[in-house]
C-alpha cells in the first residue's frame, strides 16, 4: 500500500515537496512513477525513477520537477518547483513489481497505487 503527502495550495511560482511512503515492500527494487490526473483529463506520468536510479521525466515537468527516491527511508519525493496552475491536479505515485510493460508513463505498467494528494495552484 502506498501513501502520499504533501500536497496542498500554493501561488503560482511556488513550490512543493510530495512524498510517498510503501508499507510491505522496498521501493529501491522497483519502478516508481509519479502520475497526476487533472479535472476532466485522464492520469498522466510526470515523473519515474528505476530500480538503478535513472529517472525520466514529462516534457511538461522537466526542468521544474525532481524526482528522489531515498533509501534508508523508504520514501519517494517529487520536488516540484515554479509551479503554475496548469498544474493543478491530484497527484499518485505508482510502483510496478511485475507483469506487462506498457511503457513508464502508462498507468498499465503499474500494479500499486497510493489514494492521491491534491495539488492546488492558483495564479
Known amino acids: 500500500q502506498l501513501v502520499e503527502s504533501g500536497g496542498g495550495a500554493v501561488q503560482s511560482g511556488g513550490s512543493l515537496r510530495l512524498s510517498c511512503t510503501a508499507s510491505?515492500?522496498?521501493?529501491?527494487?522497483?519502478?516508481l512513477t509519479w502520475f497526476r490526473q487533472r479535472p476532466g483529463q485522464e492520469r498522466e506520468g510526470v515523473a519515474g525513477?528505476?530500480?538503478?536510479?535513472?529517472?525520466i521525466y514529462s516534457d511538461s515537468a522537466r526542468g521544474r520537477f525532481t524526482i528522489s527516491l531515498d533509501h534508508p527511508t523508504n520514501h519517494l519525493y517529487l520536488q516540484m518547483n515554479s509551479l503554475q496552475p496548469e498544474d493543478t491536479a491530484m497527484y499518485y505515485c505508482?510502483?510496478?513489481?511485475?507483469?506487462?510493460?506498457?511503457?513508464?508513463?502508462?498507468?498499465?505498467?503499474?500494479?500499486?497505487w497510493g489514494q492521491g494528494t491534491q495539488v492546488t495552484v492558483s495564479s
Open positions: 505508482a510502483a510496478r513489481r511485475t507483469g506487462a510493460w506498457h511503457g513508464p508513463f502508462s498507468s498499465l505498467s503499474y500494479e500499486d
Open positions: 525513477i528505476d530500480s538503478q536510479g535513472h529517472t
Open positions: 510491505g515492500f522496498y521501493f529501491s527494487r522497483y519502478c
